[in-house]
Antibody, heavy 120, light 107 residues
Framework: QVQLQESGPGLVKPSQTLSLTCTVS??????????WNWIRQPAGKGLEWIGR???????RYNPTLKSRVTISVDTSKNQFSLRLTSVTAADTAVYYC????????????WGQGILVTVSS | DIQMTQSPSSLSASVGDRVTITCRAS??????LNWYQQRPGKAPDLLIF???NLQSGVPSRFSGSGSGTDFTLTIDSLQPDDFATYYC?????????FGLGTKLEIK
């Protein structure tokens, strides 16, 4: 059973960098059958896909965030990470990590989510 | 970006009712359409992938249909556990995009 767990600071100051980690258990992040994604959801609002990492080292980002986002992986720890620079209050949201397959790219496993608040 | 228009935004129904939620894509997305259920304070759960394929463990009262740009999620005989928010999602092209959600409430 694959499980994902987000971790990181729950409070980030404006203009600083948001950094989160997703730890994957029950499956290898090195698998070339899956993509590893970050998705966020502001309170009371819908879902926004941030970007994804693929095991061969390729990444793809949402153009609305591309200039500020980096997704990287640590295969030795079976983790992948999100960095979002120059944050503002608009980046306050619950951040989810999720897995998608290389077939239909649906998000079949999700972490529980972590609330990140941007405030001074 | 592909825009996903979901309707209605909210829906009141009773246990035992049949409800339908629709999702329209701004361009053809083939069969790359997925549905999620989200309960308050929880992560979304995959219900249906590829238009009509039920995720493992999802009750058969859930069904999906459609093609191209127009898709529907139908729930037959609503159960108390089904009152939640539902999202459609297109995985045809990057960036992935979601509908704004349909909140299903008890009448």
């Amino acid at each position: 059973q694959v499980q994902l767990q987000e971790s990181g600071p729950g409070l980030v100051k404006p203009s600083q960098t948001l950094s989160l980690t997703c730890t994957v258990s029950g499956g290898s992040i090195n698998s070339d059958s899956y993509y590893w994604n970050w998705i966020r959801q502001p309170a009371g609002k819908g879902l926004e896909w941030i970007g994804r990492f693929y095991s061969i080292g390729s990444t793809r980002y949402n153009p609305t965030l591309k200039s500020r986002v980096t997704i990287s992986v640590d295969t030795s720890k079976n983790q992948f990470s999100l960095r979002l620079t120059s944050v503002t209050a608009a980046d306050t949201a619950v951040y989810y990590c999720a897995r998608s397959g290389d077939g239909g790219y649906d998000f079949d496993y999700w972490g529980q989510g972590i609330l990140v608040t941007v405030s001074s | 970006d592909i825009q996903m228009t979901q309707s209605p935004s909210s829906l009141s129904a009773s246990v035992g009712d049949r409800v339908t939620i629709t999702c329209r894509a701004s361009q053809s997305i083939s069969n790359y359409l997925n549905w999620y259920q989200q309960r308050p304070g929880k992560a979304p759960d995959l219900l249906i992938f590829g238009v009509f394929n039920l995720q493992s463990g999802v009750p058969s009262r859930f069904s999906g249909s459609g093609s191209g740009t127009d898709f529907t999620l139908t729930i037959d005989s609503l159960q108390p556990d089904d009152f939640a928010t539902y999202y459609c999602h297109q995985s045809y092209s990057s960036p992935h995009t979601f509908g704004l959600g349909t909140k299903l409430e008890i009448k």
